[in-house]
């Protein structure tokens, strides 16, 4: 195989990490829609998570390009589209908008975890793992605040 058609050809790993890459693409489209959204507690909290995924991906696609990998941008137009559907489910459940929202943020960050969690087990420099495990870190934090917010929003008697 010539130097130029395997750069053409992406490993398991980079092809794992492409795949992180477009997972939090989706999860980071969805809070920008939330951030939009009327209720401030919510557009407040997809805010915060907005900035700290997108410092979390930046070092990760930095760590792959400096690997000499290249990372793929994802799929907005897919993230869009997903993005939109989370909307309409939010519209027409009749569980309170926030909370759906939320769960639905929550369903998105637990697939980035499966697809971290396929990344660990492939071959990666140990800067794309250090920053691999950064992204999970972001991401577990955010699962556990979503997971209060949703309570919060499906009991609102039931907050402290």
Same mark, same amino acid.
């Given at each position: 195989?010539?130097?130029?058609?395997?750069?053409?050809?992406?490993?398991?790993?980079?092809?794992?990490?492409?795949?992180?890459?477009?997972?939090?693409?989706?999860?980071?489209?969805?809070?920008?829609?939330?951030?939009?959204?009327?209720?401030?507690?919510?557009? +407040?909290?997809?805010?915060?998570?907005?900035?700290?995924? +997108?410092?979390?991906?930046? +070092?990760?696609?930095?760590?792959?390009?400096?690997?000499?990998?290249?990372?793929?941008?994802?799929?907005?137009?897919?993230?869009?589209?997903?993005?939109?559907?989370?909307?309409?489910?939010?519209?027409?459940?009749?569980?309170?908008? #926030?909370?759906?929202?939320?769960?639905?943020?929550? +369903?998105?960050?637990?697939?980035?975890?499966?697809?971290?969690?396929?990344?660990?087990?492939? #071959?990666?420099?140990?800067?794309?793992?250090?920053?691999?495990?950064?992204?999970?870190?972001?991401?577990?934090?955010?699962?556990?605040?979503?997971?209060?917010?949703?309570?919060?929003?499906?009991?609102?008697?039931?907050?402290?």
């Amino acid at each position: 195989m010539s130097d130029s058609t395997s750069q053409l050809i992406k490993t398991p790993s980079a092809a794992a990490c492409d795949d992180v890459v477009r997972a939090v693409g989706e999860l980071y489209e969805l809070y920008r829609t939330l951030a939009d959204q009327q209720e401030e507690a919510l557009g +407040a909290l997809a805010d915060h998570h907005r900035v700290e995924l +997108a410092e979390a991906l930046g +070092a990760f696609q930095a760590a792959r390009r400096a690997d000499g990998d290249l990372p793929a941008a994802g799929d907005l137009e897919l993230a869009q589209w997903k993005s939109l559907a989370a909307r309409i489910k939010a519209l027409i459940a009749e569980a309170p908008e #926030s909370a759906v929202f939320a769960e639905e943020a929550l +369903a998105r960050c637990r697939e980035i975890e499966a697809r971290i969690a396929a990344v660990d087990r492939q #071959s990666v420099s140990d800067a794309v793992l250090d920053a691999l495990r950064r992204l999970a870190r972001s991401v577990e934090h955010q699962v556990k605040s979503l997971q209060a917010f949703a309570r919060s929003a499906r009991n609102p008697g039931d907050s402290p």
